[in-house]
């Protein structure tokens, strides 16, 4: 029997099925409750852990920049980091963009660290080839806000806090808390659906977006806090407003967060025709359970399989199996993503041909919500997604996230993510990659060829840190290595996520496959959670089964047919020529 667990599950629900919801268990909106010995272990607002000895110049908070004793920020990022917009640097293993995106979302599931006020710089060099595009010679990268108490000694040194529940929850489509959660649910909180913009054929959910702060504030709901929100392309009419803060932040991850928020609403209907008596309370829980086992499944069938990570869940819940976010993993494993974005983003219609509003460039895909209404919906984005080989998991970032980020407009400052990336590990004190590979099981490198064998990369790396392989910041080192046999990454990155989804995947209770409430889901409704990101997909839109050819596995790509991507560069350059225009 492969899981007895759900079996059980489903035979004491079916012993009472006269009153459904008092067998199932709802998560709690904050993580609290679900290790019942250790209540708060994924709860919101709870310190990450370290898995290496703190490295700060005193030991307590004082950050190792370039004046003390690392190499700038910035100018390792130059060197080691840069990709110019024509290059491209794709995926050995023929990942799709899908996979980058779903990574960012379930990111926005499981960590955020708390942001600060306390202000921080990375000097931009002189000699930076980009220097004199900007206006005043800094990077912002402020300081991560440390956790209340901690910072005051080398016995207490600064310690950082997740802002969201830790568990793989969904949290990221319905929150993790009760304002958020309630102003996200329709009927002012109560409703069983959430809340989306009507769009395309009144009435059906296929062509829904999420609310945008107007439709709330319309409602009459405080609407919950969204980064950006005021700045040029996050007025109130396009804003979306969703369950993680970021939502905005590309059009991918939009698209994901509104194909989610439609399947919620789908299973809500498909709970009203099986028993019409259920409450509204009862169907917002349940459909919950649904689509947060649908992230875990999707997560853990597909996306971790995918890129060379593999779990072992055959001993079932482990209740002491902590699921704590390190801080190595928010500020540096995990942020491996930030180099597999494609400095052009695929649009397509239902048929694979290229969209009107052509291709579109990474800059135009952050803060840009407007986006899903000028392509009338979320299909071409999700058509691109699984359908572009993604860039390689390695030390190169597009140029639209390592000059450009987050500009809305001509260029006047250089905004790095892979320069803030290299100081944010610093600002978390993390120790350095050897010691987080040891740290991991994985053995030292003593030399920089240990890493790479790219013997320019090998060069500019012992360049940079002063021949020392001991020194090495975590995000660059790991980035650098040689990737793993048919792995999309090398061995520390394969070791961080292994050890991070393992511990979420036992230490939950409620994990897809041993939750019985899942089981009793499908034993008294008959709806079953899905377990493949096409067929979300698909009951979710309305692109058609035979425009996914790689349905099996979304977060390979399919190939797209030769004639769209020959007209692709033609259309895009039009359609680019055209968006610029429209912006200026
Ligand atoms: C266009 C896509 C993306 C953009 C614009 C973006 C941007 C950012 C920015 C600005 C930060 C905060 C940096 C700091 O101040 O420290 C961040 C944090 C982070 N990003 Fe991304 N990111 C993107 C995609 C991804 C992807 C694909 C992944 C993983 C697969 C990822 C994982 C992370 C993680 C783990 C953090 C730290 C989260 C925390 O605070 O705990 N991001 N990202």
């Given at each position: 029997?492969?899981?007895?667990?759900?079996?059980?599950?489903?035979?004491?629900?079916?012993?009472?099925?006269?009153?459904?919801?008092?067998?199932?268990?709802?998560?709690?909106?904050?993580?609290?409750?679900?290790?019942?010995?250790?209540?708060?272990?994924?709860?919101?607002?709870?310190?990450?852990?370290?898995?290496t000895p703190v490295d700060y110049l005193d030991g307590i908070s004082t950050i190792r920049t370039d004046i003390h004793g690392r190499p700038n920020a910035r100018e390792v990022s130059t060197a080691v980091f840069?990709?110019?917009?024509?290059?491209?640097?794709?995926?050995?293993?023929?990942?799709?963009?899908?996979?980058?995106?779903?990574?960012?979302?379930?990111?926005?599931?499981?960590?955020?660290t708390?942001g600060g006020m306390e202000s921080h710089d990375i000097t931009i060099p002189a000699t930076d080839?980009?220097f004199?595009?900007d206006?005043d010679g800094i990077i912002n990268a402020g300081r991560k806000a440390f956790?209340?108490?901690?910072g005051?000694?080398?016995?207490?040194p600064r310690?950082f806090?997740?802002?969201?529940?830790?568990?793989?929850?969904?949290?990221?489509?319905?929150?993790?808390?009760?304002?958020?959660?309630?102003?996200?649910?329709?009927?002012?909180?109560?409703?069983?659906?959430?809340?989306?913009?009507?769009?395309?054929?009144?009435?059906?959910?296929?062509?829904?977006?999420?609310?945008?702060?107007?439709?709330?504030?319309?409602?009459?709901?405080?609407?919950?806090?969204?980064?950006?929100?005021?700045?040029?392309?996050?007025?109130?009419?396009?804003?979306?407003?969703?369950?993680?803060?970021?939502?905005?932040?590309?059009?991918?991850?939009?698209?994901?967060?509104?194909?989610?928020?439609?399947?919620?609403?789908?299973?809500?209907?498909?709970?009203?025709?099986?028993?019409?008596?259920?409450?509204?309370?009862?169907?917002?829980?349940?459909?919950?359970?649904?689509?947060?086992?649908?992230?875990?499944?999707?997560?853990?069938?597909?996306?971790?399989?995918?890129?060379?990570?593999?779990?072992?869940?055959?001993?079932?819940?482990?209740?002491?199996?902590?699921?704590?976010?390190?801080v190595e993993?928010?500020g540096g494993?995990?942020r491996?993503?930030?180099?597999?974005?494609?400095?052009?983003?695929?649009?397509?219609?239902?048929?694979?041909?290229?969209?009107?509003?052509?291709?579109?460039?990474?800059?135009?895909?952050?803060?840009?919500?407007?986006?899903?209404?000028?392509?009338?919906?979320?299909?071409?984005?999700?058509?691109?997604?699984?359908?572009?080989?993604?860039?390689?998991?390695?030390?190169?970032?597009?140029?639209?996230?390592?000059?450009?980020?987050?500009?809305?407009?001509?260029?006047?400052?250089i905004n790095d993510l892979a320069a803030i990336d290299i100081e944010r590990g610093r600002d978390l004190g993390l120790g350095d990659y050897?010691e987080?590979?040891?740290?991991?099981?994985?053995?030292?490198?003593?030399?920089?060829?240990?890493?790479?064998?790219?013997?320019?990369?090998?060069?500019?790396l012992?360049s940079l840190y002063g021949?020392d392989?001991n020194d090495i910041d975590l995000w660059v080192g790991?980035?650098?290595?040689?990737?793993?046999?048919?792995?999309?990454?090398?061995?520390?990155?394969?070791?961080?996520?292994?050890?991070?989804?393992?511990?979420?995947?036992?230490?939950?209770?409620?994990?897809?496959?041993?939750?019985?409430?899942?089981?009793?889901?499908?034993?008294?409704?008959?709806?079953?959670?899905?377990?493949?990101?096409?067929?979300?997909?698909?009951?979710?839109?309305?692109?058609?089964?035979?425009?996914?050819?790689?349905?099996?596995?979304?977060?390979?790509?399919?190939?797209?047919?030769?004639?769209?991507?020959?007209?692709?560069?033609?259309?895009?350059?039009?359609?680019?020529?055209?968006?610029?225009?429209?912006?200026?």
């Open positions: 029997m492969k899981n007895p667990a759900r079996f059980v599950g489903c035979f004491i629900a079916l012993t009472f099925v006269a009153t459904p919801l008092f067998a199932a268990t709802p998560r709690t909106l904050d993580g609290s409750n679900n290790n019942l010995s250790n209540v708060t272990w994924g709860q919101t607002n709870t310190q990450e852990i370290r898995l840069s990709q110019l917009t024509n290059q491209q640097f794709l995926d050995e293993n023929n990942l799709s963009e899908m996979t980058w995106a779903w990574g960012q979302f379930v990111d926005h599931d499981i960590d955020f708390d080839p980009a004199a595009l206006s956790f209340p108490g901690s005051t000694s080398a016995a207490n310690q806090s997740n802002f969201i529940t830790t568990w793989l929850d969904g949290s990221v489509v319905y929150g993790s808390d009760a304002i958020r959660a309630n102003a996200l649910r329709t009927n002012g909180g109560t409703g069983a659906k959430l809340r989306t913009h009507e769009f395309g054929d009144p009435g059906t959910d296929k062509d829904n977006l999420l609310p945008t702060a107007q439709d709330l504030i319309n409602a009459g709901v405080t609407v919950p806090s969204m980064a950006m929100a005021g700045m040029p392309r996050m007025g109130d009419d396009v804003r979306f407003i969703a369950g993680d803060v970021r939502g905005n932040e590309n059009t991918a991850i939009l698209a994901l967060h509104t194909l989610m928020v439609r399947e919620h609403n789908r299973i809500v209907d498909l709970l009203t025709i099986a028993d019409p008596g259920l409450s509204d309370d009862d169907k917002y829980q349940l459909s919950r359970k649904v689509v947060g086992a649908e992230i875990q499944a999707v997560t853990y069938n597909e996306y971790l399989p995918a890129i060379g990570v593999p779990i072992d869940t055959s001993g079932g819940y482990d209740p002491a199996a902590d699921p704590t976010i390190p993993f928010s494993i995990f491996m993503g930030h180099t597999s974005i494609n400095q052009q983003a695929l649009r397509l219609n239902n048929d694979l041909s290229p969209h009107t509003e052509g291709p579109i460039t990474l800059e135009d895909t952050l803060f840009n919500p407007q986006e899903l209404f000028d392509t009338a919906g979320i299909e071409p984005f999700l058509l691109g997604l699984i359908s572009n080989v993604q860039e390689a998991t390695n030390a190169k970032m597009a140029p639209g996230l390592r000059d450009g980020l987050f500009q809305f407009g001509p260029t006047t400052m050897n987080v590979r040891q740290a991991f099981g994985l053995p030292p490198v003593t030399d920089f060829a240990d890493i790479t064998s790219d013997v320019s990369l090998q060069t500019i012992s021949g392989v790991m980035l650098a290595e040689d990737h793993l046999t048919g792995v999309s990454s090398g061995s520390t990155v394969q070791a961080g996520m292994m050890d991070q989804f393992e511990r979420l995947a036992l230490g939950d209770r409620f994990f897809y496959e041993w939750d019985p409430d899942l089981a009793m889901i499908e034993s008294l409704y008959g709806i079953s959670a899905l377990d493949k990101l096409a067929d979300i997909i698909l009951a979710n839109s309305d692109i058609p089964a035979s425009s996914i050819t790689n349905a099996d596995n979304v977060f390979f790509a399919q190939p797209v047919p030769e004639p769209s991507t020959l007209a692709l560069g033609v259309i895009g350059l039009f359609a680019l020529a055209g968006y610029r225009r429209k912006r200026t």
